[in-house]
């Protein structure tokens, strides 16, 4: 099944109703954006359109639920201040499609998968974990944990990690690579070549 065997390479989860798995002093705002991340990737996968309509569907939750201006800044890192503002913007841009894209690629197809709250975990700086596990049709269970910030009042979802793999390190460590080897503009038409193939996987 598609979504089992690319599980730990995207950023991609669904979650089970609530209700009362909070604990006393537990974040509920926090909770509530990864909720509703997950209730829309569920609403993608229990109706299959075209590519494009899933899309259309997931683009402004995912908007909503990263801080991908935030996310770039770190994916790039010491390259990030060497951007101009107008290469920094088409950056952001870009990893905003590509992950789209990867939602409505990947959730395409939907056999029983839940997810399950754990709890939570404080970090420095005022960041949130959120953690999580799948549970497949057959039982087993898969951790999924997500790295939240608070900005302007709002919690964002700024990395996951998934049994283990912080998807933002896989990234930095990727793209990093490509900036130092061929630069800028190689990176762009690299991400542009697989949300290109993600969008003509079907």
Do not use: C
């Not at 509703?36 to 075209?50: D, F, G, R, W």
């Not at 639920?65 to 101009?84: G, K, Q």
């Not at 920094?88 to 690629?105: G, K, P, T, V």
């Amino acid at each position: 099944m598609k979504i089992i065997k690319k599980l730990v390479l995207i950023i991609s989860f669904i979650f089970l109703p609530l209700g009362s798995g909070l604990h006393a002093g537990e974040n509920q705002a926090a909770v509530s954006v990864v909720d509703s991340l997950h209730q829309a990737l569920i609403k993608a996968m229990q109706t299959p359109e075209s590519f494009s309509e899933r899309y259309v569907q997931l683009l402004p939750v995912v908007e909503n639920t990263f801080d991908t201006p935030v996310i770039a800044r770190v994916i790039l890192s010491r390259y990030w201040n060497d951007l101009d503002e107008t290469q920094q913007s088409a950056f952001i841009e870009r990893f905003d499609d590509l992950s789209i894209s990867n939602y409505a690629s990947k959730f395409d197809d939907f056999g029983g998968e839940k997810f399950r709250l754990l709890g939570q975990q404080e970090l420095k700086n005022g960041r949130l974990v959120v953690k999580t596990e799948l549970v497949k049709p057959d039982g087993e269970a898969v951790r999924f944990d997500y790295i939240l910030h608070e900005r302007e009042g709002k919690w964002l979802i700024i990395s996951v990690i998934a049994n283990g793999v912080n998807d933002l390190s896989l990234k930095r460590s990727e793209y990093g690579t490509i900036m130092e080897n061929d630069g800028f503009d190689v990176l762009l038409a690299e991400i542009d070549k697989k949300i290109k193939a993600l969008k003509s996987s079907e």
